[in-house]
């Protein structure tokens, strides 16, 4: 199903929904490939949108907070803007001070995407043309949005390209698990299968530093309050506004998840699992300006996001694994959110 949501340039921008056999909805634009409502129940059988967003498209393109955003073609931060490549220097795009952030601008959340629907899924593909923000490489994207009947949204992501390039692509859903953007997350609950995280200076880059999680704000391997992790004065906290903002190690075990944060209050939760070999973990710390999500002045804390890729600025770190796409081996990547109600 799908509606029109605006037009840009006289191209229309349409919202496709997906409903399961539960009752749970999924909404999504052509435009960025913006998840705009997650609707699900909650223990007492009231369903409501778990995601931060807009009602409509002129404050998709009048501000920036990545709602419910495709980011691309690489997430997070690259160092001063610039990066060598097969020993050659390019470049990119600066958005974030003397950094590039999210790709870029514009970035894919700020693409018009080619969409099929077919059953319950949702094939979004967009051809980023070679130096698009500086990055080399003609880079063919396809994502595929899937809401399954056991209330799992799949993301998958594929890409090819015609010569090397990076490519480090995520979502970046803010989730508010009391469907009231009214209350923050301090009270919502995480647990990240993880040991170590990235350390990042005062601009948000990271440094290269892997420190372990023990002992730290940033040990979720019990699952604590996020406001118990925040409250503990971390200089790392110090630099993200008095949050996380920070990329987590994953330590994948077959059939389990990587992050699960519950809501103890309404009993909604969401369960991450990922091929990915870290999530950055944000908890809105700087959500805050002139606009309102649904009706309401957004404020610090409002949601949550899990940003599923390799670890930010990898190209610059080469123990964070390896972020170069090249045309000999295309991109595959999947993630999971299974949501869940604790109905006890």
């Excluded at 920036?64 to 690489?74: D, E, I, L, Q, T």
Aim: glycine share 10%; with cysteine.
């Amino acid at each position: 199903m799908k509606r029109i949501f605006g037009e840009i340039d006289g191209v229309p921008i349409y919202e496709y929904t997906l409903k399961n056999n539960r009752g749970t909805e999924f909404s999504a634009l052509n435009y960025g490939g913006i998840v705009t409502r997650i609707v699900t129940e909650d223990r007492f059988g009231e369903f409501q949108n778990i995601s931060l967003g807009f009602d409509n498209l002129a404050d998709y393109l009048a501000h920036s907070p990545y709602f419910g955003a495709f980011v691309g073609r690489v997430a997070g931060r690259i160092r001063n803007g610039t990066f060598v490549l097969d020993g050659k220097q390019y470049d990119v795009v600066k958005n974030n001070g003397n950094h590039q952030l999210h790709g870029g601008r514009p970035n894919f959340s700020k693409a018009i995407f080619q969409v099929e629907e077919v059953q319950n899924s949702l094939i979004f593909s967009y051809k980023s043309p070679a130096f698009e923000n500086g990055y080399p490489g003609e880079v063919d994207v396809v994502m595929r949005y899937t809401l399954t009947d056991d209330d799992a949204w799949v993301i998958e992501y594929e890409a090819k390209t015609d010569q090397p390039t990076l490519f480090n692509p995520t979502n970046h859903t803010y989730f508010n698990l009391s469907g009231d953007v009214k209350k923050a997350v301090f009270e919502n609950e995480l647990f990240v299968r993880s040991h170590a995280f990235a350390c990042v200076d005062a601009d948000l880059v990271p440094t290269g530093e892997i420190r372990a999680t023990a002992g730290t704000a940033f040990d979720f391997t019990a699952k604590k309050r996020i406001q118990d992790a925040i409250s503990k004065g971390d200089p790392q906290i110090d630099f993200a506004s008095g949050g996380l903002d920070h990329g987590f190690v994953l330590e994948h075990e077959a059939g389990q998840p990587d992050a699960v944060l519950m809501d103890a209050e309404t009993g909604r939760g969401v369960a991450v699992q990922t091929d990915a070999p870290a999530v950055v973990i944000y908890t809105g710390n700087t959500l805050f300006g002139d606009y309102k999500v649904f009706g309401e002045t957004i404020r610090p804390f409002s949601g949550i996001t899990f940003e599923t890729q390799i670890l930010p600025d990898a190209i610059h770190h080469p123990h964070f694994g390896d972020s170069v796409l090249r045309p000999e081996k295309p991109f595959y990547s999947k993630t999971t959110f299974r949501f869940f109600v604790n109905k006890a």
